[in-house]
């Protein structure tokens, strides 16, 4: 109750509104995904099902009505994503705990909701439940976020070639996994790409590009089709009759015709925006701009 003499309290809390004119990442990360990706069998290195699972929650977090188009693109890998907000971005104030925690309970919740439509034969139990921590950064300028977006999907790279030689030795090379990491053990990515091919016949840049490369959400123009009922008057050759007062008029009939209209909408790609052709001329120009 304002006015209250138990007011006080309030004067603890901390103020932690960010810097103006940054972009901000907030980046969610899942909190024992190994423990929990072993209760559901997630397959591995790569359990599509899973990653799509990531995927849907993202886009429904990023194009939610919660965060008001403000999340400009998103970048996710295995059990982690990042979500990117435009510089003039003035949701909650820009206070870091507000954005963290809606961010994170958003994408946790759509996740949660999506779980049996990606896994309906392996339901979610009350002491093993799908947990994400939050953390949010600001970069003052393009050279640094794109390089913060440069680091994640160089680790996806790194990470996936390692996991992809790691269960491909333990699955059909029968090692076990502590001689499979020993293997391992300081072999460069040319080295892995050899061994994958030479004793497994697996060339590593034909494996699927959303597990090379990452999953980028991106705001696009996507035409969609749209019913607008259109006036159509029926006409005769014949000399229109003269209707008695008990005979009902005929009124003209609605027909649909579908129209084309562009709409923003959330894609899914996997592309590599590494190289500085994607920023400067590719899918990623202007995308950062307000």
């Not at 049996?116 to 439940?129: A, I, K, M």
């Not at 003269?242 to 009939?253: F, G, I, N």
């Amino acid at each position: 109750m304002s006015g209250s003499k138990y007011q006080y309290v309030k004067s603890y809390e901390l103020a932690d509104a960010l810097l103006p004119n940054t972009f901000l990442v907030i980046r969610i990360d899942g909190k024992g995904f190994h423990a929990f990706s072993k209760a559901h069998k997630f397959v591995k290195p790569n359990d599509k099902n899973a990653l799509d699972l990531m995927n849907e929650a993202a886009r429904r977090t990023m194009q939610g009505r919660e965060l008001n188009g403000e999340c400009v693109l998103a970048f996710g890998e295995s059990d982690e994503f990042s979500f990117v907000f435009k510089k003039s971005c003035k949701l909650y104030g820009r206070r870091a705990s507000k954005l963290t925690t809606l961010v994170t309970s958003l994408f946790t919740s759509a996740y949660i909701f999506l779980w049996p439509q990606y896994f309906p034969n392996s339901p979610l139990v009350y002491e093993e439940l799908p947990v994400f921590d939050g953390r949010i950064v600001q970069y003052p300028s393009e050279v640094e976020l794109r390089d913060y977006l440069r680091w994640r999907q160089v680790d996806t790279h790194i990470n996936n070639m390692y996991n992809t030689c790691f269960w491909s030795l333990v699955q059909e090379g029968g090692l076990t996994e502590q001689e499979a990491h020993k293997e391992l053990s300081g072999t460069i990515s040319s080295q892995k790409q050899e061994l994958l091919f030479s004793r497994f016949k697996i060339n590593y840049n034909n494996l699927p590009a959303m597990f090379r490369k990452g999953s980028l959400l991106i705001w696009e123009l996507v035409q969609v089709e749209s019913d607008e009922s259109t006036d159509i008057v029926e006409s005769s050759q014949e000399p229109k009759a003269e209707l008695s007062a008990s005979e009902p008029s005929r009124r003209p009939q609605k027909a649909k015709s579908a129209k084309t209209k562009p709409k923003r909408h959330v894609v899914v790609v996997h592309e590599d925006f590494i190289a500085e052709v994607w920023w400067e001329s590719g899918r990623g120009a202007g995308v950062l701009k307000d």
